[in-house]
Nanobody, 123 residues
Framework: QVQLVESGGGLVQAGGSLRLSCAASGRTFSRYVMGWFRQAPGKEREFVAAAGWSGGQSYYGDFVEGRFTISRDNANNTVYLQMDNLKPDDTAVYYC????????????????WGQGTQVTVSS
């Protein structure tokens, strides 16, 4: 089992950047595919990005369009989401999640979740 704690959210102007972090407990962090999801008010939670076990592979939601980068540091049990050129539509609560298999975008395949961190992008 793994416990996840996100940080790094906040208020930023459109066009700005934020880096989210997710710290994981336990000694099995490298066994998990790590993902980021987000949920905007009144909308369903959607897939943002995921990184494979070593971090060498990653995939993104279609809306990202090259603006976000996911990375992971297995030595420090942390996964990051670097978000650049933020837009007001990126306003949401961002969640870190862990899965056992790679290539998955549906939240039902991620059994472990953090509590979320709020990202607000002003226009």
């Amino acid at each position: 089992q793994v416990q996840l704690v996100e940080s790094g959210g906040g208020l930023v102007q459109a066009g700005g950047s934020l880096r989210l972090s997710c710290a994981a407990s336990g000694r099995t962090f490298s066994r998990y595919v790590m993902g980021w999801f987000r949920q905007a008010p009144g909308k369903e939670r959607e897939f943002v990005a995921a990184a494979g076990w070593s971090g060498g592979q990653s995939y993104y939601g279609d809306f990202v369009e090259g603006r976000f980068t996911i990375s992971r540091d297995n030595a420090n049990n942390t996964v990051y989401l670097q978000m650049d050129n933020l837009k007001p539509d990126d306003t949401a609560v961002y969640y870190c999640a862990a899965a056992m298999s790679y290539g998955l975008r549906a939240e039902r395949y991620y059994p472990y979740w953090g509590q979320g961190t709020q990202v607000t992008v002003s226009s």
